[in-house]
């Protein structure tokens, strides 16, 4: 947008423009963290949780690694052009501390009642991404990307790899969910970050597990167990997921679409990196979700690291998308 096109908005758009700019700027570096912690061998680091946590039995069994970085696109990357992690990591421990202190279980049952209860917008599912494209993209100068590009540069990742059509649908829709930040969310708490079970013990394998400490649900008695609300095995579906974009779309989706229910678990737990990267929570899981799993961890690698694609021409990729958008949202006005 240029520098008089934004003096001429009302000053409510320029305002939502910077928020939605610092949004994006935190979740750029709370994805350069998890990158880096992807690289980071977390059973030498965090032997002590390890030994703790094993003993509950709650190692996941690693997913088949063919699942991992082994496409021609994505096997030479330099991993080092990823390693800001010492430039990230103040403003994302703030971020966290708000984020762990406030994701509590009343938090998340209210947000649930108000996905159900409220109305928020009506629109076609590419209309969401230019709204959220439209919000968030002004003239700041660490503009690195719009809404729109993550968005296909995540789906032609997933299409160049020849992968099926539901899944390059998901690398594009995967973030709409950030319409939320616009709609009725607190703060970036309850729209970004790494997402997290409520209602049980905060695992030590979540970023900055301390940050907890400021939690309420950290001293109940309900809350503060292996299990809390949940039962050993009972799925990962009865878990509440902290509130955030990737709930809150998974929603949407399931409601709307027709995406297989692997398209799903992508949307829903893309940003659960406690347990698809740390392999926390193992004893909550039931044998779906070790497939699911799987899925994720296959759309995870599209996510972090097709940034560092070329950016496409929106307009000619259009018609492509608008045909994959029909196929799997046959109603194609949405309710968000
Ligand atoms: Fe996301
Ligand atoms: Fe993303």
Redesign the pocket.
């Known amino acids: 947008m240029s520098r008089i096109a934004k003096e001429s908005l009302p000053a409510k758009q320029v305002c939502e423009n910077r928020k939605g700019k610092i949004l994006e700027k935190l979740e750029d570096e709370v994805h350069k963290v998890n990158k880096l912690r992807g690289k980071l061998d977390h059973r030498k680091e965090s032997k002590a949780f390890e030994e703790e946590e094993e003993e509950e039995g709650d190692k996941v069994e690693k997913a088949n690694e063919s699942w991992l970085l082994t496409t021609e696109y994505y096997k030479n990357i330099d991993t080092k052009a990823f390693r800001q992690y010492e430039l990230a990591c103040d403003r994302v421990k703030q971020f966290y501390e708000e984020q762990h202190a406030k994701q509590t279980v009343a938090y998340n049952i209210q947000a649930r009642i108000d996905f159900k209860t409220k109305s928020r917008d009506k629109m076609s599912v590419w209309q969401g991404l230019e709204k959220l494209n439209k919000l968030l993209d002004d003239s700041d100068p660490d503009t690195e990307l719009s809404q729109i590009d993550?968005a296909l540069q995540?789906a032609e990742a997933i299409r160049r790899d020849g992968q099926p059509r539901w899944f390059q649908l998901v690398g594009l829709i995967?973030?709409l969910g950030k319409l939320l930040y616009f709609f009725d969310s607190k703060g970036q708490w309850d729209v970004v970050g790494d997402t997290f079970p409520v209602g049980c013990k905060f695992s030590k394998r979540i970023i900055f597990p301390e940050s907890f400490r400021k939690n309420p649900d950290f001293l109940n008695p309900l809350y503060n167990t292996k299990y809390g609300i949940y039962s050993k095995n009972c799925g990962l579906d009865k878990v509440m997921l902290s509130w955030g974009h990737d709930e809150y779309m998974y929603h949407v989706a399931k409601r709307s679409s027709i995406l297989p229910v692997e398209a799903l678990a992508m949307i829903r737990y893309?940003s659960f990196y406690p347990w698809h990267q740390e392999y926390a929570y193992g004893y909550l899981m039931d044998e779906h979700d070790k497939e699911m799993l799987k899925a994720v961890k296959a759309f995870n690698k599209y996510?972090l690291y097709s940034k560092i694609d070329q950016q496409y021409d929106i307009e000619e990729l259009k018609p492509y998308y608008m045909e994959l958008i029909d196929e799997f949202f046959p109603g194609k006005i949405i309710e968000f």
Do not use: A, E
Request: charged share 35%; proline share 0%.
């Open positions: 993550h995540t995967h973030d893309h996510d």
